[in-house]
């Protein structure tokens, strides 16, 4: 069975700045990586994901991540953040061969003035 | 394009009620789930279907019963509803029998166990 850890339940930081989310993952076969962000009162909209391929992604609103598999990480990064990046984040695994979507405990990240 | 249609967004309910969260999409997707959002626990999947007439456990089914007659409902029955099944519930779904696919949540359902 996946697991999916996310280590930084919340992570403050001042606009412009860089961010890096982390999330750790473990699984026996191959997996597939999602990052989904959740804006209050709201349902999770996919940010991005890892299939194959290049383990660099890019996502919308300027997120990407890498895919790390000597390091079974999946950690997400963005240059410069906006006030409206504040939401909640959540990094998914789901191994090729089930149907199951395993979240973390989410990454609440709040952006200052 | 409604997607994911979740009702009702709020409910209340006394201890030992039953009620049913219902769950449409207008995808025809296959793939359809629910998960319980919980502080400090992220999401944790309740149930899941990959097609009408098979649903299966996920990590979190006591308490809850599914069934899925139709590619479009998926509906979420709590018998005897406890204050432990206070949470938000969010159903998803995605096309096709990939994991890698993407999945679309629904709005959510906040709900309140008394």
């Known amino acids: 069975a996946q697991s999916v850890t996310q280590l930084d339940s919340q992570v403050p930081v001042f606009e412009e700045a860089p961010v890096e989310l982390r999330c750790n993952y473990s699984?026996?076969?191959?997996?597939?990586l999602f990052w989904y962000v959740q804006y209050p009162n709201q349902g999770l909209q996919l940010l991005l994901k890892?299939?194959?391929?290049?383990?660099l992604v890019k996502g919308i609103n300027g997120f990407e991540a890498e895919f790390n598999k000597s390091q079974t990480s999946f950690h997400l990064r963005k240059p410069s953040v906006h006030i409206s990046d504040t939401a909640e984040y959540f990094c998914?695994?789901?191994?090729?061969?089930?149907?199951?979507?395993?979240f973390g405990t989410g990454t609440r990240l709040q952006v200052f003035p | 394009n409604a997607g994911v249609t979740q009702t009702p967004k709020f409910q209340v309910l006394k201890t030992g009620q039953s009620m049913t969260l219902q769950c449409a999409q207008d995808?025809?997707?296959?793939?359809m789930s629910w998960y319980r959002q919980d502080p400090g626990m992220g999401l944790r999947l309740i149930h899941y279907?990959?097609?009408?007439?098979?649903?299966d456990q996920g990590e979190v089914p006591n308490g809850y019963n599914v069934s899925r007659s139709t590619t479009e409902d998926f509906p979420l029955r709590l018998l005897s509803a406890a204050p432990s099944q206070t949470s938000v519930y969010f159903c998803?779904?995605?096309?096709?029998?990939?994991?890698?696919?993407?999945?679309?949540f629904g709005e959510g359902s906040w709900l309140t166990v008394v």
């Open positions: 890892y299939l194959s391929g290049s383990t």
């Open positions: 699984s026996s076969v191959s997996v597939y």
């Open positions: 279907s990959v097609g009408a007439g098979i649903t």
């Open positions: 998803a779904s995605r096309p096709g029998v990939s994991s890698g696919n993407t999945i679309y």
């Open positions: 995808m025809n997707h296959e793939y």
């Open positions: 998914a695994v789901s191994d090729i061969n089930t149907d199951k979507l395993i």
